[in-house]
């Protein structure tokens, strides 16, 4: 099994995706940024430092939000959302991912997720913010 940390970065009422990249395993599914757990990391630290090597910010982890697992054909992923708060000033760049982009949470369902992060964007659409 595979731990993985993912960000929720919200602003008002839109989300921040990412879509993975030609090469890599779900290629072109959209996902939450984020990434694996190493050794001897919270989940949080694991976040803050995907986000750091992924989109080039440094920013504090805020609550847990919620879980998801899913069984692939190379092995079980096990997500652990937390909302992260990003500056409004603060650019996001990704250096990993084919494309990014700010959508509304209602249009989320129009995206092609990750099936991981599919209850992830369901519970999204249930929360009242």
């Known amino acids: 099994m595979t731990v993985v940390a993912a960000a929720i970065i919200k602003r008002g009422d839109e989300v921040f995706i990412a879509k993975r990249p030609e090469g890599k395993s779900l290629a072109h599914h959209w996902e939450f940024p984020g990434g694996k757990q190493e050794n001897n990391e919270t989940l949080p630290e694991a976040l803050k430092r995907e986000l750091q090597e992924e989109l080039n910010i440094n920013v504090s982890i805020g609550d ?17 959302s ?13 250096n990993e991912h084919e494309e990014v982009k700010w959508v509304k949470i209602r249009d989320m369902e129009n995206y092609k997720f990750a099936p991981a992060d599919v209850s992830i964007v ?8």
């Open 82 to 94: 937390y909302f992260v708060d990003v500056p409004e000033n603060m650019e996001i760049n990704s």
């Open 64 to 80: 847990f939000f919620v879980s998801s697992s899913y069984q692939y054909d190379f092995g079980v992923i096990e997500i652990y």
């Open 122 to 129: 369901k519970a999204l659409g249930n929360k009242n913010f």
